[in-house]
């Protein structure tokens, strides 16, 4: 088979979620990360979006509801990651995530990007981020990428919430 290389401009679309509750996603979702509902199946699955696209994040009960989260330590979604526009947009989010006493499980940055992570109601990860500009991303002596994973500056980013 011949080498093949995806499109530059080729994007992920959206994640479509299995949830146990589709109610307590949506407060998730919607009330605690602000995505707003596109449209729904009775009580069984909402589409949300961020900015009227017709949706990101798909969560529906099908095969799912009242079932208990998916084991830690087996294949299947690492996490979702929600990408911000801005750095100030991130700080708001945490901000958010602090005034609501929400858990959230790691903070880094990472040279490209600064994250922070925690889980949604049915324990699938999720990681809420901006990528720095292109141009400030950590190279090598040869030009190359030199990601890397350093604790995140958790008071300059909540400086700029305010």
Known sequence: MEN??????TRIGHVHLKVSDLQKSLDFYCGLLGFEIMTTYGDQAAFISAGGYHHHIGLNTWHSKGASPAPEYAPGLYHTAILYPERKDLAVILQRLIDAKYPITGA????????????????NGVELYWD???EDWPLDADG????????????GLLALAK
Request: glycine share 2%.
């Open 4 to 9: 093949y290389t995806i499109p530059a401009q």
């Open 132 to 134: 720095r500009p292109k």
């Open 108 to 123: 880094s940055d990472h040279g490209v990007s600064e994250a922070i992570y925690l889980d949604d109601p049915d324990k």
């Open 144 to 155: 190359k990428l030199t990601m890397y994973t350093r604790a995140l500056d958790a008071k």
